[in-house]
């Protein structure tokens, strides 16, 4: 199965700065990358995600960006706002395609310093 | 997301107990699943159904069993609770070829 690993486990950044989180996958096949948003006593939700003929993708001020050669993927969050501080996991299909459940990474708390 | 409701959303067990979580939707999704959520660990896949016919092994699937009554329910089962299978339990929907996946609140299970 996949295997999913993603770092920092906690980043702390001024508001107003830029935040980056790194994953890496392991099975070449893999073909979907989605990045959700936990909150506090939340269930994760979905705020970005490409797929594997993609190089990069922008929504306002998050990106992601995928290297299929180096297997990683990352999430770029600009002029980060004090609402973005929660905890971030990465994804990867478990198995099969994307449809058949995800493997996570172990989750990035990004802390946005006012 | 209020489409997706888990219950309960915490319990206390015993070791030895049966307890079941029950998952419900209303978004006429066909998939559903339920993860586990371990502090540090990210979220892992127990199982997975495509349709009320269709039900799937997940990476830690040991110790856990499911039903899916109806398009809308899905439950999750732990015939005999153990504590090391105390943690947050995520049930999440998906339509069909889409793989972006719609999570509940979760439900916080203790077993002592």
């Known amino acids: 199965g996949e295997n999913v690993e993603q770092h920092p486990s906690t980043l702390s950044v001024q508001e107003g700065d830029s935040a980056v989180i790194k994953c890496t996958y392991s099975d070449s096949a893999s073909n979907y990358f989605p990045w959700y948003k936990q909150e506090l006593g939340k269930g994760p939700q979905l705020i970005i995600d490409i797929r594997s003929n993609v190089g990069e993708k922008k929504d306002q001020r998050i990106a992601v960006t995928l290297n299929k050669t180096a297997k990683h993927f990352s999430l770029h969050i600009t002029e980060t706002q004090p609402e973005d501080s929660a905890v971030y996991f990465c994804?990867?299909?478990?198995?099969?395609?994307?449809?058949?459940?995800?493997?996570f990474g172990k989750g990035t708390h990004l802390i946005i310093q006012p | 997301d209020a489409d997706v409701t888990q219950t309960p959303r915490n319990r206390i067990t015993k070791t030895g107990k049966r307890i079941m979580l029950e998952c419900s939707q209303t978004?006429?999704?066909?998939?559903m699943y339920w993860y586990r959520q371990d502090p540090g660990l990210g979220l892992r896949l127990i199982y997975y159904s495509f349709d009320v016919k269709d039900i799937n092994k997940g990476e830690i699937s040991d110790g856990y069993s499911v039903s899916r009554q109806a398009q809308a329910k899905f439950s999750l089962s732990l015939e005999s609770a153990i504590p090391n299978q105390t943690a947050l339990y995520f049930c999440a929907t998906g339509v069909k070829g889409k793989e972006t996946q719609y999570f509940g609140p979760g439900t916080r299970l203790l077993v002592l």
């Open positions: 978004k006429g999704h066909d998939r």
């Open positions: 994804a990867a299909p478990w198995a099969g395609g994307g449809a058949d459940g995800l493997t």
